[in-house]
Nanobody
Framework: VQLQASGGGLVQAGGSLRVSCVVS????????MAWFRQAPGKEDNFVAA????????SYEDSVKGRFTISREDAKNTVYLQMDGLKPEDTAVYYC??????????????????WGQGTLVTVSS
């Protein structure tokens, strides 16, 4: 299983960006896809997640109302639409997968598959 994240870049505060995560090598019909982020010198933090079955979502409080996670089953891809970006959103964003899970963990150790990360920089 491989996860390929892309779409990061430099954006001004208040702007928007969409990052993508393509899953290859396996088609998930259950389980959870999540986005985490890690700012320089800090630990990784849960951002958002979506279940493959049912499309149930979960968001970290600071991104609620600004970020939207979605999936496109035909492309085996998960997106994170980020609107109203703030400088504090600057981080490397990683996608992660936890197959065959009915709950949405918010701690990274529960996810077994990871993408390589994509850098999002928000300037003030």
């Amino acid at each position: 299983v491989q996860l390929q994240a892309s779409g990061g870049g430099l954006v001004q505060a208040g702007g928007s960006l969409r990052v993508s995560c393509v899953v290859s090598g396996r088609t998930f019909t259950s389980g959870v896809m999540a986005w985490f982020r890690q700012a320089p010198g800090k630990e990784d933090n849960f951002v958002a997640a979506i279940t493959w079955s049912g499309g149930r979502t979960s968001y970290e409080d600071s991104v609620k109302g600004r970020f939207t996670i979605s999936r496109e089953d035909a492309k085996n891809t998960v997106y994170l639409q980020m609107d109203g970006l703030k400088p504090e959103d600057t981080a490397v964003y990683y996608c992660a997968a936890r197959p065959s899970s009915r709950v949405i963990p918010v701690y990274s150790q529960y996810y077994g598959y990871w993408g390589q990360g994509t850098l999002v920089t928000v300037s003030s």
